[in-house]
């Protein structure tokens, strides 16, 4: 029987600005090597607060999980 185990984990922050002509973009932050599994209340409460060291917003959080296939 085949199993699938996360390896890694990371979080990818979608920031949203506009630039000097007022024109929307977004641009992104990645964290690496984070806990596997973390519950994702953990996870927005951290986001949130990583929010506060950034002047622009924090529009969207991407968990990204790495996982190992074995069979």
Known sequence: MAERNAVSSKLKLVLSYQDELGESHTKSV????LVNGADAANIITAV?????????PITTVHEIVENEIVG
């Open 30 to 33: 990645q964290m690496r090597n």
């Open 48 to 56: 949130n607060a990583f929010g506060t060291l950034y002047e622009d």
